[in-house]
């Protein structure tokens, strides 16, 4: 219990506890724009966050991203534009209780289950973490090897649109990860001959490219619209709370308990957590009639699994370092930055920092409380502020993040690169967090290939011979092939559906 | 603005070949059948593979709806903004470390600004202040050396 002290130590520091509520405003504010995720506030603060301590950097992102995800609900009820993806669910519903004059009981709703899920997301980080990592410390190259192949087929697989592109995507960001000197045979590759490519490309300014900047250019490109801001106070945020609280204590629950274990599902995060919580939420409930026309339970079911699922994607990022979503995929790489390999050793070597981590989470969701009502009630400011003022300013922070980490101006060559390349792969319907994933994986999978085929001298069998690992393959062919059968399936079936047009 | 997958496989297709021809020349470790080659190998594979599979959905689709231009897309004027920005974010590439962070990002700001209709006097006021605000954040806290310029009169 002594790291549990020295972990108190340093959470309770004025100087962290500065941090998190600094990074709490700016989270509540970036999740309520629309078109600015929860993904891209922690690519924002990435390049800040490079300049502090383990635990105040790590403490900035936990609370960002909890608040992002809760504050994206806020212009989803006002205006029916949803402020992250995560809650594109139930923005329907949202705004279909704001028409009915019941902003304030959505919104209220909306904070109240963040919170629960959150916390509930927390609970089970906190216990199931730390077994985990006592099993993975018996774990060879082999079974790395095919948790990282897990992990990336889930990417392909869950995410959202074809899985074709996905499968794209994620080949795309492995091969983005093979650029430069950083390989076992320790050769320059597709280096072009230049000095900066040797060095390989930088995760940092490489999302705030994908995610930033891709944005940036998507709003340009739509001429930065203004937003249309209801007129009229929220008021009486938690009044009938209780109530709702009672009533939907089971969905609350069983959203915190999906959205936990679809978070540590790699490839699926938030959002993807929040549409199934919604779905499942309506299926089993007793009024499914009255789901889309303004009714608080689905929202309160989906609020609960996405904030969950924000907690449940450290559980394989800490245990192994395989991210669950695209967010821990950004803090897998700012741990290694921070020396904090993730991996079962951090549970036995830096046990303080893991208990901080924990700490900071329930603070994060604690606060979430108080500064989520602040949010709610200062929407109507926030939501006026122009895009077309807000996006350059954004872009040139881009700027300047990229150019910190290695001060240079080639960080930025390489943000505008991958910008770019974002923004024409959302265009036709290219899932971008497979990218990202690819790039952040890429060398811990080709490490553990490469080793993995030099002891087992080329023998594909020999990567069953160890249970745990023969037990992960089997899975990860399954993920492969029953895709494929269901397809071979469905092809040979006569009456053939129309191809149904792609979502974008 | 959707291409048809056809294409997209055909680009991908030619991305996986090249990937492959070019990364069967590095070499093994030495005593050891694998290498540097070995990964970017497969990955061109992958690639190679995933684009056939495209190309066959693609021309299922119908080659004829190969680029489907909607929303933004119609606007020339939408393509000439994102063009801009790319534009803009490569000459504060190029001429940054001679005009200066205070210099470049300003006029990268107002240049931005007007051209996505902020009247002119806000534009100036905010892309001054923002510059200012993110100079002191970054030079000042967090010790970045961001360029300070060598035009003489720039160079504040």
């Known amino acids: 219990m002594d790291a549990l002290g020295t972990a108190f130590g340093l959470v309770f520091d004025p100087y962290v506890l500065a941090v998190i509520l600094g990074s709490a405003a700016f989270g509540l504010f970036v999740g309520a724009i629309p078109g600015l995720t929860a993904t891209m ?26 608040m992002a995800i809760f504050s994206g609900d806020i212009p ?52 199931a973490a730390p077994t985990l990592a006592d099993w993975a410390l018996s774990f060879s190259s082999f079974e790395y090897f095919w948790l990282v192949v897990l992990g990336l087929s889930c990417a392909v697989f869950i995410s959202a649109g074809s899985a074709l592109k996905g499968l794209v995507s994620l080949l795309i960001g492995l091969l983005l990860a093979t650029v430069g000197l950083n390989n076992p045979a320790g050769q320059p590759r597709f280096t072009f001959g230049s000095i900066d490519l040797m060095a ?96 608080p339970e689905g929202i309160a079911e989906a609020a609960s699994a996405n904030n969950a699922a924000v907690s449940g994607a450290w559980i394989p990022a800490l245990v192994f370092g395989i991210p669950g979503d ?78 910190a980490i290695t001060n240079s101006v080639f960080g930025i060559a390489i943000a505008l690169a991958l910008g770019v390349l974002g923004f024409l792969m959302e265009e036709n319907g290219f899932p971008v967090a497979p990218t990202i ?68 | 603005m959707r291409i048809n997958d056809a294409f997209l496989g055909g680009a991908i297709l030619i991305l996986g070949i090249l990937v492959v021809w070019w990364s069967s020349s590095f070499p093994a470790i030495p005593g050891q059948d694998y290498g540097a080659a070995t990964f970017p190998v497969a990955i061109g594979w992958g690639l190679i593979v995933t684009a056939a599979a495209m190309i066959v959905t693609g021309v299922r689709q119908g080659v004829r709806a190969g680029l489907a231009i909607d929303g933004w897309a119609r606007s020339p004027l939408a393509w000439a903004r994102v063009g801009a920005v790319i534009v803009l974010v ?7 470390d001679r005009l200066g962070f205070l210099a470049a990002s300003t006029i ?47 160079g504040l």
Not at chain 1, 41 to 66: Q, S
Not at chain 1, 355 to 383: C, D, E, M, R
């Open chain 2, 108 to 154: 990268l700001l107002l240049a931005l600004m007007l051209m996505l209709r902020v009247p002119v006097i806000p534009a100036f006021v905010v892309s001054l202040a923002a510059t200012l605000v993110i100079h002191q954040a970054f030079a000042g806290f967090l010790r970045v050396p961001l360029p300070i310029g060598s035009l003489p009169l720039l």
């Open chain 2, 90 to 96: 490569l000459c504060y590439v190029l001429f940054s």
């Open chain 1, 326 to 403: 695209s967010i821990t995929a950004i803090v897998i790489g700012v741990l290694y930055v921070k020396g904090m390999n993730p991996g079962p050793t951090i549970f036995i070597h830096n046990p303080q920092l893991i208990y901080a981590v924990f700490l900071t989470f329930f603070l994060a969701n604690l606060a979430l409380l108080p500064l989520g009502w602040v949010a709610i009630k200062s929407a109507k400011q926030i939501l006026r502020v122009p895009p077309n003022v807000l996006m350059p300013v954004i872009l040139v922070f881009c700027m300047v993040g990229a150019f």
């Open chain 1, 76 to 127: 989803g009820c006002l205006l029916r534009i949803p402020g992250t993806p995560a809650s594109a669910a139930y923005v329907d519903e949202a705004h279909a209780m704001t028409r009915a004059g019941r902003a304030e009981a959505a919104l209220g709703t909306g904070l109240l289950f963040s919170v629960i899920g959150g916390l509930m997301g927390t609970v089970v980080l906190v216990l």
């Open chain 1, 437 to 504: 994933l690819g790039l952040v994986l890429g060398p811990m999978l080709e490490q553990n290939f490469i080793t993995s085929m030099i002891k087992a001298d080329g023998d594909p069998l020999a990567f069953f011979e160890r249970p745990i690992a023969a037990g992960l393959g089997v899975v990860t062919l399954a993920v492969w092939l029953i895709p494929l059968i269901v397809l071979a399936l469905r092809s040979r079936s006569p009456a053939r559906e129309p191809q149904p047009s792609e979502p974008r």
């Open chain 1, 200 to 295: 390989g490309i930088d995760f940092i300014p490489a999302m705030i490219g994908l995610f930033a900047v891709s944005e940036v250019l998507r709003a340009v490109a739509a001429g930065a619209p203004k937003a249309d801001v209801p007129k009229g106070a929220v008021t009486g945020v938690f009044r009938g709370q209780g109530a709702v609280l009672k009533r939907y204590r089971g969905g609350a629950l069983r959203g915190g308990a999906l959205g936990t274990l679809i978070g540590a599902l790699p490839g699926a995060g938030a959002d993807i957590a929040a549409w199934i919580a919604y779905a499942v939420s309506k299926k089993s409930s007793r009024e499914p009639q009255r789901f889309g026309t303004g009714h």
């Open chain 1, 41 to 66: 506030a922690t690519a924002l603060l990435v390049p800040v966050t490079f300049f502090m301590e383990p635990v105040p950097a790590i403490a900035a992102i936990v609370t960002a991203t909890a």
